[in-house]
């Protein structure tokens, strides 16, 4: 009998070091956010007061988003704004979108033009 728990206990352990670890969600403090922007109708970016930029990236399409803006609906109580767990309203159609990964977001270099 104790050889069979100590075979389900090592099993147990061996299993556990096996599944892969779950990373925690990313999450800004609402005031140290400067101003945000919509890039487009899936995807709000954030410019931090340190200068990182985040994208946020809507779980699906908010199409009133490019004409109307939107107010963010934080839950909790607390200053995070964490990825996969708040939504955002578009004003005048009130549309309500939830929020998708926060991701460090790098803008495309732009080309220089030849003049």
């Given at each position: ?87 955002i309203s578009v004003l005048v159609t009130h549309e309500v979108c939830q929020m998708g990964a926060f991701t460090p977001y790098e803008p495309a270099a732009k080309t220089p033009t030849k003049g």
């Open positions: 009998m104790r050889t069979l728990v100590s075979a389900l206990t090592a099993a147990a352990i061996g299993a556990g070091a096996l599944s892969p670890a779950v990373a925690a969600p990313v999450c800004l403090t609402s005031y140290l956010i400067d101003h945000s922007s919509v890039k487009d109708p899936q995807t709000l970016l954030f410019y931090m007061k340190d200068g990182s930029v985040y994208a946020n990236h809507l779980l699906a399409a908010c199409p009133g988003l490019n004409f109307h803006g939107y107010v963010m609906n934080i839950r909790g109580g607390n200053a995070q704004i964490c990825s996969n767990q708040e939504s």
